[in-house]
Nanobody
Framework: VQLQASGGGLVQPGGSLRLSCKISRNIFSINNIAWYRQAPGKQRELVAA???????NYADSVKGRFTISRDNTKNMVALQMNSLKPEDTAVYYC?????????WGQGTQVTVSS
């Protein structure tokens, strides 16, 4: 399983970005798909996820601003990020759990700065 994240870039505070994660196989049966991020000097942290139970989870710091979504027909998962803040600056990674293994994408840089 290969994951390819895209959509990062430079945006001003208060702006929006939409990240996409293209997955190399049919994701209809993959429940656990998530977005993580890692800022310089910090540990990688969970941002948003579809859980095995079919629900969504969000980090407290992004609730109400970020939305995770999926399109099973296109094998894609997206992260809509609104009202971006400088502290959202990080490399964002998508991750999928399939057949007992975790698979990671290569990451896409998001920089929020004026």
């Amino acid at each position: 399983v290969q994951l390819q994240a895209s959509g990062g870039g430079l945006v001003q505070p208060g702006g929006s970005l939409r990240l996409s994660c293209k997955i190399s196989r049919n994701i209809f049966s993959i429940n656990n798909i998530a977005w993580y991020r890692q800022a310089p000097g910090k540990q990688r942290e969970l941002v948003a996820a579809f859980t095995s139970g079919g629900t969504t989870n969000y980090a407290d710091s992004v609730k109400g601003r970020f939305t995770i979504s999926r399109d099973n027909t296109k094998n894609m998962v997206a992260l809509q990020m609104n009202s971006l803040k400088p502290e959202d600056t990080a490399v964002y990674y998508c991750r999928a759990y399939d057949m007992g293994r975790y698979y990671w994408g290569q990451g896409t840089q998001v920089t929020v700065s004026s």
